[in-house]
């Protein structure tokens, strides 16, 4: 880590804030809908902390986004019930693989024409391809 990193100082350098710029663009052409922390919890019907928690348990994962580099959850990830349950396994088997929660959430919204559905690892664990996904999540982080 530098010693001015911009993940702990949103004014950091110029290229540091043009490289966070960089890659929230490459985020949103990927990510259609984005959730805040506010908002996720609203749809929950659940508290700010239980919200945290839930990022802090793996059981969403957000990423650091935008001008006030606030916390933002992709809005597939959840819904008024609570997180995707689908979600958590693929989850832990790409961190431990040593991804990043940015990386992470760029490989399940990556587009693979070797998918069915939409081709993407969010859109076939959401239909039910659990097994498959998780099985590319282990060769992936592996």
Avoid: Y
């Amino acid at each position: 880590m530098s010693s001015h990193d911009s993940a702990t100082d949103p004014a950091g350098p110029p290229a540091a804030l043009a490289a966070d710029a960089a890659a929230d663009d490459s985020l949103d052409a990927l990510v259609s809908q984005w959730l805040s922390v506010p908002e996720a919890a609203q749809l929950q019907g659940i508290s700010l902390s239980d919200v945290r928690g839930q990022l802090k348990e793996r059981q969403l994962v957000g990423v650091r986004r935008g001008p006030n580099n606030a916390v933002a959850i992709p809005a597939a990830f959840v819904t008024d019930e609570g997180p995707r349950p689908q979600l958590r396994g693929t989850v832990m088997v790409l961190a431990d693989g040593g991804m990043s929660d940015a990386e992470l959430v760029r490989w399940l919204f990556t587009r693979d024409d070797t998918l069915p559905e939409d081709g993407t690892p969010i859109g076939c664990l959401l239909a039910g391809h659990k097994t498959e996904i998780r099985r590319r999540a282990m060769e992936t982080a592996f």
